[in-house]
Nanobody, 128 residues
């Protein structure tokens, strides 16, 4: 059993910052968090889910969607089973529900169909 719980969403004005977090709870010992690819996705109602950022365990393989490069930073604390997304210089276009996702095997990509576990999401709203 794997549970992902996001936190840190909220409402900010353009140019503001937020830090999202994702706590993983794993009840099966065969699942090793530090071997997983972890990622952040976002979605607006009626629109396709978009991969924002993904990171392998050691942080040597990190990918971002072009629209957030230089503004968002993904990081993880494997010992605490935590994933973070530091978001700065936020824009109204960043408004969405943000989801944490885990992929137990394979390379880190922003393709949502490859991910095995999902959180419930945390809402980010950026006003102009």
């Amino acid at each position: 059993q794997v549970q992902l719980v996001e936190a840190g969403g909220g409402s900010v004005q353009t140019g503001g910052s937020l830090r999202l977090s994702c706590a993983a709870s794993i009840s099966e010992s065969r699942f090793k968090y530090d071997a997983w690819c972890m990622a952040w996705f976002r979605q607006l109602p009626g629109k396709e889910r978009e991969g924002v950022a993904a990171s392998n365990s050691g942080g040597r393989s990190i990918v971002y969607v072009d629209s957030v490069k230089g503004r968002f930073t993904i990081s993880r604390d494997n010992a605490q089973k935590m994933l973070y997304l530091e978001m700065t210089n936020l824009e109204p276009e960043d408004t969405a529900m943000y989801y944490c996702a885990a992929r137990r095997a394979g390379i880190c990509t922003r393709n949502d169909i490859l991910y095995d576990h999902w959180g419930q999401g945390t809402q980010v709203t950026v006003s102009s």
